[in-house]
């Protein structure tokens, strides 16, 4: 199995709502290591940019205006796996079809109020590694 690295974001639900204390036990407590993390709030232009993939969905604005509505925490994960393995302990995007004990089974309000984001494959988790922290200043 391969040491991965990957980045997970507890969106402004969950920050709001205060479950960043949670979400980090969950990591840890299940193999993944946190290689850096940081509390920021995103402008448009940074939420636009990072979730470029999804340009034209009837849901972008809307995604957009919610992960600038307050701090968010950015997060780098690493272990074994650990690409899958977040999205495993993350659920489904639909909290209606998350698995039970999910995070998003746990705290997410909706499709898009779901708490948290986690990188989907391993050209993802590099590239939003890299828009997010500096390797040589922020990642340890
Ligand atoms: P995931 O975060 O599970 O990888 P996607 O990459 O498909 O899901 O979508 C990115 C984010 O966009 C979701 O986490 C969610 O916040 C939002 N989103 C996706 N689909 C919808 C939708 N149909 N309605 C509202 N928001 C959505
Ligand atoms: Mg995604």
Known sequence: ?????????????????????HVLSVF???????????LVRLTQAQ???FYAEHKGRGFFGEL?????SGPVLL???????AIAKNRELMGATDPA????????KL??????????HGSDGEA???RELRYFFSEAFEMV
């Open 1 to 21: 199995m391969a040491i991965e690295r990957t980045l997970s974001i507890v969106k402004p639900d969950g920050v709001q709502n205060g479950h960043i204390g």
């Open 28 to 38: 840890e407590g299940n193999g993944l290591t946190i290689r850096a993390a940081k």
């Open 47 to 49: 939420a636009e940019g």
């Open 64 to 68: 957009v205006e919610f992960m600038t």
């Open 75 to 81: 997060v780098c994960l690493e272990g074994e796996n």
């Open 97 to 104: 079809q998350a698995a039970p004990g999910t995070l998003r």
């Open 107 to 116: 705290y997410a309000e909706s499709k898009g109020r779901n708490t948290v």
């Open 124 to 126: 993802s988790a590099a």
